[in-house]
């Protein structure tokens, strides 16, 4: 065949379409079809993935809260679950299988675990943001050193806020969607109340 008289093959040719709908399958069957590519979509995620992303894989009318609802009852009695952090759902590891996951980790990684000044300094970040190292000494008493706040940024726990209205205008620290993710919240409104009436 001459390459001039040669047709082309329409774009959508070869390629089908995504059928959200899935219309040609009996109800029962189209619904396990949307459980299947909602976990397929958290499996494949590493961060929460909100709720627009997952309907952009179902129906039209089908209801995403149920699906998950669907699906979490599944997973009873698994290792796992679907858990909904940071405005997202996420597959997590349930907490009783926390020293298992610890047992089998690398040693000598450094991503693993946080030194009690880091956690405390994480909180104080958490509870007081947008706060800059000035504030960080005036909770600690003492100065928060740079390589400190350098390894939380590392761990994405933390990134850089507005400048603080402080003379020099300082960078400010605040919590990031690892942070909600790592603790399990939803929201910064999800954080435990503080008590103040302690010394």
């Avoid at 899935?22 to 995620?45: N, Y």
């Avoid at 796992?80 to 009783?96: H, I, N, P, S």
């Avoid at 960080?136 to 939380?152: N, P, Q, T, Y």
């Amino acid at each position: 065949m001459n390459v001039a008289t040669r047709k082309r093959k329409p774009a959508e040719e070869g390629s089908a379409a995504f059928d959200r709908e899935l219309d040609d399958l009996p109800q029962e069957l189209r619904w396990r079809e949307w459980m299947g590519r909602i976990e397929a979509v958290l499996f494949a995620s590493a961060s929460p993935v909100g709720r627009d992303d997952l309907a952009r894989v179902v129906g039209q009318g089908a209801s995403v809260e149920m699906l998950i609802e669907d699906i979490q009852a599944e997973l009873v009695g698994r290792p796992y679950e679907l858990v909904q952090v940071a405005g997202g759902w996420m597959f997590r590891t349930k907490t009783q299988f926390a020293d298992a996951i610890k047992a089998a980790a690398d040693p000598g990684d450094p991503s693993l675990g946080f030194t009690e000044i880091e956690m405390g300094v994480l909180c104080a970040i958490a509870y007081h943001q947008p706060i800059d190292r000035a504030g960080l000494k005036d909770i600690f008493g003492k100065e928060v050193s740079r390589d400190l706040l350098a390894r939380l940024r590392y761990k994405d726990l933390i990134a850089s806020g507005p400048r603080s209205p402080r003379p020099g205008a300082p960078h400010t620290f605040v919590t990031t969607d690892t942070f909600l993710v790592t603790f399990d919240l939803q929201s910064l409104r999800d954080l435990p109340e503080l008590d103040v009436s302690k010394p």
